[in-house]
Nanobody
Framework: QVQLQESGGGVVQPGGSLRLACVASGWSPNMYAMGWFRQSPGKNREWVAAISWSGGSRSYGDSVRGRFTISKETNGNTVTLQMNRLKPEDTAVYYC??????????????????????WGQGTQVTVSS
């Protein structure tokens, strides 16, 4: 059973930065395609960013491209989301999602929520002055 542990949410002023982290465990070897989604009250869950298990391929949603950076640490099971120049509209619960992968899919990343197998519990990000 894969488990996810998220951290790093909080309250920040507009223009500020936050860094989210998600640690996955329970799948061997450490080959996880990983992604971040967010959801604010009254809205559908929105894809934010995704990265392949190798870390070599990544993609971003239009609303965050150029401000957010998704990365994987060398241990293979930790993904971070560096969020810069935050705006009030970035306020949401942010969810980490993972898909255990095979070696051959080293460049695959996923943008649909139904493509992921496991989800974190979510962490609140609030951007407010």
């Amino acid at each position: 059973q894969v488990q996810l542990q998220e951290s790093g949410g909080g309250v920040v002023q507009p223009g500020g930065s936050l860094r989210l982290a998600c640690v996955a465990s329970g799948w061997s070897p450490n080959m996880y395609a990983m992604g971040w989604f967010r959801q604010s009250p009254g809205k559908n869950r929105e894809w934010v960013a995704a990265i392949s298990w190798s870390g070599g391929s990544r993609s971003y949603g239009d609303s965050v491209r150029g401000r957010f950076t998704i990365s994987k640490e060398t241990n293979g099971n930790t993904v971070t989301l560096q969020m810069n120049r935050l705006k009030p509209e970035d306020t949401a619960v942010y969810y980490c999602a993972v898909k255990p992968e095979t070696y051959s899919r080293s460049s695959s990343y996923y943008t649909g929520s139904n493509e992921y197998d496991y989800w974190g519990q979510g962490t609140q990000v609030t951007v407010s002055s």
